[in-house]
T-cell receptor
């Protein structure tokens, strides 16, 4: 079945460091891909998304490119801030008609130190 | 409120008891989803409503779990004969017509003792 695999955390970085969180997926058809973020004490929020191959999603300095040839959707940010400390979830939607039915990775905790 | 609201935020119950968890979606959102998130894991899909009907309940783990959405708005997730393994955060999400961004509530943390 469809699945999402993320790099294990926790990831600890210093402020202004470069961030990559790897995400690969297994899916039939043409899934949409998402990154969600969960800040401490808050609910899941959509960070960015891409709905077809080679699309780049971006938001708040974060980027991810939908790579069908490598079945990947790695999250990157050039310079992280302490406020980026959170848990990040990669997810896929199996059908464009069920955008909210998502398969999530296990999450990667990011801790950014001053 | 503007967001998805879930009540209660925390629920502690004894093994074998019945519980109900409530979700108020964003007004006008026709699609509603329930997920379960165990500690250290990503959310797992349980059930999806389009309007009043369950369009996909393939994620419900067994027949102790049941969900309703009688008027196409508020939904209730019902768990009978709770077990310690049911302890998790239960998340609700809603979206417009099921094909756009899903907005999540903050979840109900269920603890079965």
């Amino acid at each position: 079945g469809n699945s999402v695999t993320q790099m294990e955390g926790p990831v600890t970085l210093s402020e202004e460091a470069f961030l990559t969180i790897n995400c690969t997926y297994t899916a039939t058809g043409y899934p949409s891909l998402f990154w969600y973020v969960q800040y401490p004490g808050e609910g899941l929020q959509l960070l960015l998304k891409a709905t077809k191959a080679d699309d780049k999603g971006s938001n708040k300095g974060f980027e991810a490119t939908y790579r069908k040839e490598t079945t990947s959707f790695h999250l990157e940010k050039g310079s992280v801030q302490v406020s980026d400390s959170a848990v990040y979830f990669c997810a896929l939607s199996e059908s464009r008609n069920q955008g909210g039915k998502l398969i999530f990775g296990q999450g990667t905790e990011l801790s950014v130190k001053p | 409120g503007a967001g998805v609201s879930q009540t209660p935020s925390n629920k502690v119950t004894e093994k074998g008891k019945y519980v109900e968890l409530r979700c108020d979606p964003i007004s006008g959102h026709t699609a509603l989803y329930w997920y379960r998130q165990s500690l250290g894991q990503g959310p797992e899909f349980l059930i999806y409503f389009q309007g009043t009907g369950a369009a996909d309940d393939s994620g419900l783990p067994n027949d102790r779990f049941f969900a309703v959405r009688p008027e196409g708005s508020v939904s209730t997730l019902k768990i009978q004969r709770t077990e310690r393994g049911d302890s998790a955060v239960y998340l609700c999400a809603s979206s417009l017509e099921g094909n756009t961004e899903a907005f999540f509530g903050q979840g109900t943390r269920l603890t079965v003792v």
